[in-house]
């Protein structure tokens, strides 16, 4: 039989469950930097050219937060890391058939978690036809926070981000 321990010294004046909270909360924060750099490629380019090494890795940076927001958007419940977002929701072939003025998209999902991601997609769209269909009413900043209150409904237990009344004048 084999055993393993862990031991940790601290001078934190906290119990050890507190302890323990505060590394989870480390480890969380930064796990977004070991994902952008393990799974986002944001540490596999170099040059001698800062400019250009700065392009990238903003570019990088956007994807990152495009990708996030989408998959947040897609499941607000929970954080997905790319490495098993991006093969269960981009690895799907899909056939466009075109009939009497209709137009229908068949997606084949070969994952094993097809069900939930034809569930998830199909919740997604209905988001999206709502907010299509309430559009006219709504200015496209109100628009912007509906979807970014739909991505960050666990943070915001529900509530609707509302745009601030006056926006700062442009520079």
């Known amino acids: 039989m084999v055993y393993e321990y862990a031991v940790l010294i601290t001078s934190l004046a906290h119990e050890i469950l507190t302890v323990a909270q505060l590394y989870r909360d480390r480890a969380d924060a930064e796990n977004p930097f070991d994902e952008l750099k393990n799974h986002w490629g944001w540490g596999g380019f170099t040059t001698q050219d800062i400019h250009r090494c700065r392009l990238l890795a903003r570019a990088n940076a956007l994807v990152y937060n495009w990708w996030s927001l989408f998959v947040r958007t897609a499941n607000p419940k929970q954080h997905t890391e790319a490495i098993t977002s991006r093969p269960l929701l981009l690895s799907a072939p899909a056939r466009l058939t075109r009939h009497a003025g209709q137009t229908h998209l068949t997606i084949t ?37 509906r979807i970014l209150s739909r991505a960050l409904e666990k943070f915001l237990n529900g509530r609707q981000l509302r745009p601030p009344d006056t926006l700062p004048a442009p520079a």
């Open 109 to 145: 999902h070969p994952h094993s978690q097809a069900g939930w991601v034809e569930a998830t997609c199909r919740d997604l769209a209905a988001f999206f036809q709502f907010l299509r269909t309430t559009a006219e009413q709504l200015t496209p900043l109100q628009r912007w926070y």
